[in-house]
């Protein structure tokens, strides 16, 4: 279970943009999360993805306590998380061919084996062509290239995803295709999953949950309606 416990986090502590919020995503759960532009979304998807450290508040990932963010993480806690983001031009190495774009993570954590076999398995569920796989970013369109962040995100299989507007600069059908690789892999792995955007009826169709910004400051455990009749 990931448990974010009156979080308050920002770019200035005198300003915090996040401000005592508290959510909690239940093991294999989707909670969709909603909220007006610039009230702290990806700011608070950066601190349950470890990337950014909060002012203060605690955090537990499956009952253990976050200590430390970023590279100070220890590599276990960082490698269950698989994090897309908005804008895959800032997430991407431009320098990389997409396939080792893909393998990147595998790469780090010092996981070479297979490689090559897993590059290709996950560019089939994302619906990436070999030929596709050869080219760099500037070669391909940016739902092609958000298909690539995905792929990356799945490569170590991780418990948790998070997901912060991935589909938002994207076509109806890339946005489904990739909200189906999504689901696919949760049903398999039973990852769970975190995922910010706008689009209100995507998130209520994808996920089991969706919350909004404000119910994230009021009393814990609101026990907000379920999207979906349990077991659908
Ligand atoms: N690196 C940064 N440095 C300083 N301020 C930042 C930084 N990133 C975001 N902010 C500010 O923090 C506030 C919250 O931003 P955040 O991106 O978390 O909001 P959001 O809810 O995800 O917005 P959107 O839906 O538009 O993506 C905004 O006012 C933004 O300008």
Known sequence: MLELHRITAGYDRRAPVVRDVSLTVEPGEAVGLLGPSGCGKSTLARVASLVHRPDSGTYLIDGESVRAWRHRAPREQRTAFGVVFQQPRQAADPRLRLTDLIAEPLRAAGRRTGAEERVVELAGRVGL????LGRRPHEVSDGQ???????????LRPRWLICDEMTAMLDASTTAALVAAVEDYRRESGAGLLTVGHDRTLLNR???RTVHWT???QAENPSPPKNKPSGA
């Open 215 to 217: 119910e994230l400051t």
């Open 145 to 155: 290239l958000q298909r690539a962040c995905l792929a990356r995100a799945l490569v």
């Open 129 to 132: 062509s070999a030929e596709l």
């Open 206 to 208: 994808w996920c089991d």
